[in-house]
Every structure is written in C-alpha cells, then in structure tokens.
Nanobody, 124 residues
C-alpha cells in the first residue's frame, strides 16, 4: 500500500532551522516528483518546492524567498526539506506528495498521494 510519511516537525524559535523528511513506502519514487506543501487552518494549501527523483531538478514557489531547500536521497526513497531562518508565519502543517514526473508543478490537484503532515510551529 502506498504511504508517504513526513517527520521532523516541531517547535522552533524564530531564526532557527528544521529539516523535514518524507519517506515513501509501497512504491519507488523513480519517475515521479515529490512536492512539499504547507497549510494553515482557513487558508489554501501553498506549494513550497518540488523535485524530480530521477533527475534531481527542482522548482520553488515564488514566495519561499530562498529560505527552503529541497533535496533527495534516492537510495532511501526519501525527500528532504531544509528550512532556514524560520519565521512565525512559517507555522503550518507541512505535507509531502507525489505527482507525475513531467512537468514540475506545485498545483496541489496534480499530486496523487499525500502524507499525513507534520506540524511546524515557530514561536514568537
């Protein structure tokens, strides 16, 4: 059964860093892309970044301002999101999801499988 599991969230002070992990099981990520999204209650899901597992190319949302870095470890079937200089407005539930490999996209409805999310809270 296809599963995506996010981990690495938690409470962090403003200016701190976290690295989120997304581990896939039940399928191999080859031929797919993995996207990171976030959502706060009452707001639409926001795309952060995505990466092609096979080729390593990446695409970032315009609002991410260079503070987030997506990477992969193909051997571990894992994608990471490094988050730096965190701000209170980064507080959200962070999700990873899979989509077809072409094209790179951060349109949520084009992603097929989603993890359960991991909470990131940046204290003020």
């Amino acid at each position: 059964q296809v599963q995506l599991v996010e981990s690495g969230g938690g409470l962090v002070q403003p200016g701190g860093s976290l690295r989120l992990s997304c581990v896939a099981s039940g399928f191999t990520l080859d031929g797919y892309i993995i996207g990171w999204f976030r959502q706060v209650p009452g707001k639409e899901r926001e795309g952060i970044a995505c990466i092609s597992i096979s080729y390593g190319d990446t695409w970032y949302g315009d609002s991410m301002k260079g503070r987030f870095i997506i990477s992969k470890d193909k051997a571990r079937n894992t994608v990471y999101l490094q988050m730096n200089d965190l701000k209170p407005e980064d507080t959200a539930v962070y999700y990873c999801a899979t989509a077809e490999s072409n094209p790179l996209t951060l349109i949520p409805e084009l992603y097929d499988y989603w993890g359960q999310g991991t909470q990131v809270t940046v204290s003020s």
